[in-house]
């Protein structure tokens, strides 16, 4: 099959320089294994098959020629609904195990059983304890982490009866949730009964499917992501902010390069540690490096980036590319969305891939294992096998394709209420005089399907000029950073009442609040602002959008953003249009339910010209001008 | 005949009828699939999956006869050769649902539906066209492309047979190619 043109893959320079080396090298990369797939399965693109049992698998027709049921005698409703309730079960899973792992490590250091890492914002810990009804008066650090880490535990349970956050959410959202019953009992809980719920011959009401969904985002949204960004927070710090760069620029032609892909910061950050060592970087200096350069792609990343200015070489769709300019000597990975076809792409170069997780092995990888016990020594192993990998560099086969943008990062929103002098008093005034007229998270990730940043970064475009303050997690952050979004000069580039805002707080239009977890800052905030007008989140001029998604936690992210009173935008439809009835559901009949339901748009403009109209409405509603 | 043509390896078929999902898609007024499900009259598969033996697939679609005997017992001649060198066609504004061509043929490849182009009729004949739109474009036949194990291939045919000649003369001579 002819290749598509270059222009066609991505709207990045550095990106298309590296699909073109990679062709050179041999290299094959995501959108050829996209090629190969084509035409992908009719019947999973709209959600109509089933390999839930063994009777099956089955498939509906949609044509109407053949089978209008499963064996079991499910009809394209109920498998539509079973298989969208799983994959938002995985998405839920995979947040809130990330979070447990954070969980774990807290509980390590109350224990006294770590010396790697510790409590770096003890006003936090307090503060989150106390929020959650613990009584810290008069105890020690060690102790209230101990307590935190306590009811934490129960929220993965089933004890409680609610997650320990559900005070974070606005009293109106709280009644709608009861009225349909959507209120997150507990994470493992909720996702367990799901697939309880999906084995064959439970749940077959498509509606009740999905009601349920939408409860076990819920969990994810306001338990196990929001826990995982908040425990990070008080173990390695709440962002604040800073500066940095972004795109492949970062790599650095005479140092020692090494990446962190994943998603915790458990290991990331030890991972810093290590490379900021004299004795390490003495030992780089003795191979001929020029020093040890530390960099991040996708949502580990995003924890780094936040916290520690760390620079970001790239999204999702960068990750093979980023090994592909021949200059990076490991890439340190824990888990999800890290594509096993890196093995491959480094065996092509000099590079290694090393896992770290128990629960994320890569077969042709390099395995070093870190647990809260021994993180640092692990760390400082991977570095020196970066130095040896150093040395078997092939320098006339590195190509570094692009000099770094700027960013600002660090947004969490401690530090945007901080900026605000302390409460959301001034942002709340700039919303009703109009001078932004709303906010949007645009978040999620890459697609293959859809040329590479392409949708994120117009979307912003278009919002931003709307006088729409737009806030980026997640891969979408690289989208924003490598088009100069995230400056404060980007001001230039949104509308009057939005650019005055900004040049006037010295921000950009564009704040990154963190990683793929990090939404739940996005979510926490909309509920303090809510709180602050005494009304429903749904009645908040604001949306969502995740233009260019693939994963099942973007799928968990998009329900527990419109399960919240969102309005959210996808750039791809989710494998559900095979029934009318859950499609229905998600682009209108949620609305009647939740105050918010889904649109699927892939054109920037048009899905920009969609979320200004739901934030005009909703600001006419609340009396503002539109 | 024509010189290119689907050729059917029905043993390396896995039944998954990826092929027929993407022909019905093929066939729909949008061509889109997510909006082909939605239209007023359901585009429908033109190439149908047999169960053999032990559930073995078996891939059956039209072979474009000459003569055809669905052609030659069409009475409104319906199925014509002139839309497309080597293809028979239905017409569907010509198609009066009698059956003659369905009973004349003996791969039993035609089935009756309403059909998107002759709206008025409760039902008229549906059978393969052989893509000759996609194929015109410079494109290969829906089924063609959707398959994903070689079990339906778009190719000259005389360039098959002789591959399968020279395998058959390996065989002779007992060495397996």
């Given at each position: 099959?002819p290749k ?8 990045c320079?550095?990106?298309r320089?590296?699909i073109?080396?990679a ?5 094959e990369?995501?959108?050829d294994?996209l090629e190969?797939?084509l035409p992908q399965?009719g019947?999973c ?17 949609p ?5 209008k ?10 498998i539509?609904?079973r298989?969208?309730g799983?994959?938002?079960?995985a998405?839920?899973a995979?947040?809130s195990?990330?979070g ?41 650090t060690?102790a209230?982490?101990?307590a935190?880490?306590?009811r934490?535990f ?6 409680r009866?609610s997650?320990s956050?559900l005070?974070?959410v606005?009293a ?5 949730w009861k009225k349909?019953g959507?209120?997150?009992r ?5 996702i367990?009964e799901?697939m309880?719920?999906t ?6 009401d ?26 990070s927070?008080?173990i390695?710090?709440t ?5 940095s760069?972004?795109?492949l ?7 020692v390069?090494?990446l962190?892909h994943g ?5 990331s ?7 900021r060592?004299?004795?390490?970087i ?10 040890i350069?530390l960099?991040?792609?996708c ?13 970001m070489?790239?999204?999702h769709l ?11 000597e490991?890439?340190?990975v ?6 096993p ?8 170069y000099?590079s ?8 994320a092995?890569?077969?042709?990888a390099t395995?070093?294992?870190?647990d ?6 692990k760390?400082?192993?991977v570095v020196?096998l970066a ?5 078997a560099?092939?320098q ?8 770094p ?9 401690e530090?945007?209420?901080a ?12 919303v ?14 890459n697609?293959?399907?859809v ?10 475009r ?6 729409l ?16 979004l995230l400056v404060p ?6 509308g009057p009442?939005?650019s005055a ?5 010295g921000?950009?239009p ?5 990683s793929?977890v ?6 926490q ?8 007008l ?6 908040l001029?604001v949306?969502a959008?995740a233009p ?5 936690k ?18 791809l439809?989710?494998p559900?249009l095979?029934?009318k ?7 209108s009949?949620l609305?009647d339910?939740?105050?918010a339901c ?5 054109d920037p403009?048009k899905?920009a010209?969609l979320?200004?109209a ?7 509603a ?5 | 005949?024509?010189k290119?043509?689907?050729i059917?390896r029905?043993?390396?078929?896995v039944?998954?009828m990826?092929c ?25 598969p033109?190439i149908h ?13 039209c072979r ?6 669905c052609q030659e017992a ?9 839309i497309?060198?080597?293809l028979?066609?239905v017409?569907p504004?010509?198609c009066?649902g009698?059956g003659?061509?369905?009973?004349a043929?003996p791969y039993?490849?035609?089935?009756f539906y309403r ?5 008025e009729r ?5 059978k393969?066209?052989g ?20 079990a339906l291939?778009?190719e000259d ?6 591959e399968?000649?020279?395998?058959l003369a390996n065989?002779a ?5």
């Amino acid at each position: 099959m002819p290749k598509k043109d270059l222009n066609d893959y991505s709207i990045c320079s550095d990106a298309r320089a590296m699909i073109k080396k990679a062709r050179e090298d041999g290299v094959e990369t995501v959108w050829d294994r996209l090629e190969e797939q084509l035409p992908q399965c009719g019947f999973c693109e709209l959600g109509l098959s089933c390999r839930n049992c063994v009777m099956g698998p089955c498939r509906i027709d949609p044509f109407g020629h053949g089978p209008k049921r499963g064996v079991c005698g499910a009809d394209a409703d109920v498998i539509v609904a079973r298989n969208f309730g799983r994959m938002v079960a995985a998405g839920a899973a995979a947040h809130s195990d990330h979070g447990r792992d954070l969980l774990e490590t807290l509980h390590a250091v109350a224990e006294g059983e770590t010396g790697d890492y510790g409590i770096r914002d003890e006003e936090k810990l307090r503060r989150i304890a106390a929020e959650v009804g613990l009584d810290v008066a008069g105890k020690d650090t060690k102790a209230v982490a101990k307590a935190l880490a306590d009811r934490f535990f129960e929220d993965f349970g089933f004890r409680r009866g609610s997650v320990s956050f559900l005070g974070r959410v606005p009293a109106k959202r709280r009644e709608v949730w009861k009225k349909f019953g959507v209120t997150p009992r507990g994470i493992d809980r909720d996702i367990v009964e799901m697939m309880h719920r999906t084995h064959m011959g439970v749940d077959n009401d498509a509606v009740n499917l999905c009601l349920h969904a939408a409860r076990l985002s819920l969990a994810d949204g306001w338990g196990g992501s929001m826990i995982a960004t908040e425990l990070s927070d008080i173990i390695f710090g709440t962002p604040t902010p800073k500066t940095s760069k972004v795109n492949l620029g970062v790599l650095r032609a005479d140092h020692v390069n090494i990446l962190v892909h994943g998603h915790s910061p458990i290991v990331s950050e030890m991972i810093l540690a290590a490379v900021r060592d004299p004795g390490l970087i003495a030992k780089a200096k003795a191979a001929g490096a020029a020093g040890i350069n530390l960099a991040g792609l996708c949502c580990t990343g995003n924890e780094l980036l936040m916290r520690q200015g760390i620079p970001m070489a790239g999204n999702h769709l960068m990750t093979e590319l980023a090994l592909v300019t021949g200059a990076v000597e490991v890439v340190v990975v824990d888990y999800q969305c890290i594509m096993p076809s890196l093995v491959t792409v480094a065996a092509c170069y000099h590079s290694r891939i090393v896992s770290t997780s128990p629960k994320a092995k890569f077969t042709g990888a390099t395995h070093i294992e870190f647990d809260v016990h021994n993180a640092r020594q692990k760390a400082v192993e991977v570095v020196e096998l970066a130095i040896e990998r150093f040395t078997a560099r092939d320098q006339s086969r590195v190509d570094i394709p692009a000099t770094p943008v700027d960013m600002m990062t660090g947004f969490s929103n401690e530090a945007i209420l901080a900026a605000l002098g302390g409460t959301a008093g001034p942002l709340l005034d700039a919303v009703k005089a109009g001078k932004i007229r709303g906010a949007v998270g645009i978040v999620g990730c890459n697609n293959p399907k859809v040329k590479h940043d392409y949708q994120s970064a117009n979307l912003i475009r278009e919002c931003i000029k709307r006088d729409l303050l737009v806030l980026v997690t997640g891969c979408v952050t690289v989208s924003a950073g490598k088009q100069g979004l995230l400056v404060p000069q980007a001001a230039d580039l949104a509308g009057p009442g939005l650019s005055a805002v900004c040049k006037a707080l010295g921000i950009p239009p564009v704040l990154h609040m963190g990683s793929c977890v990090d939404n739940s800052r996005i979510i926490q905030l909309c509920g303090l602002l809510a709180d602050a007008l005494g009304v429903d989140i749904a009645d908040l001029p604001v949306a969502a959008a995740a233009p260019e998604w693939y994963s099942e936690k973007a799928a968990t992210i998009g329900l527990y953003a419109v399960a919240s009173g969102i309005f959210t935008v996808l750039g791809l439809a989710p494998p559900i249009l095979g029934s009318k009835t859950v499609t229905d559901l998600a682009v209108s009949g949620l609305d009647d339910v939740l105050g918010a339901c889904f649109a699927v748009e892939g054109d920037p403009v048009k899905a920009a010209e969609l979320i200004d109209a739901r934030i005009t409405a909703k600001r006419t509603a609340l009396g503002l001008v539109p | 005949m024509l010189k290119k043509t689907v050729i059917v390896r029905p043993e390396l078929c896995v039944g998954c009828m990826q092929c027929m999902i993407r022909c019905a898609q093929a066939h729909s007024r949008s061509k889109i699939l997510a909006s082909a499900i939605r239209e007023d009259i359901l585009a429908k598969p033109r190439i149908h999956i047999g169960v053999g033996p032990e559930h073995k697939p078996f891939p059956n679609k039209c072979r474009h006869c000459e003569p055809a005997p669905c052609q030659e017992a069409c009475m409104p001649w319906a199925i014509r050769s002139d839309i497309a060198e080597g293809l028979k066609i239905v017409d569907p504004a010509r198609c009066i649902g009698c059956g003659m061509c369905a009973m004349a043929c003996p791969y039993y490849v035609i089935r009756f539906y309403r059909d998107k182009d002759a709206p008025e009729r409760p039902a008229v004949a549906v059978k393969c066209d052989g893509c000759h739109e996609r194929v015109a474009a410079g494109g290969v036949p829906a089924c063609v492309e959707a398959c994903k194990t070689g079990a339906l291939t778009f190719e000259d045919v005389n360039l098959y047979l002789k591959e399968g000649t020279n395998r058959l003369a390996n065989a002779a001579y007992g060495v397996r190619a």
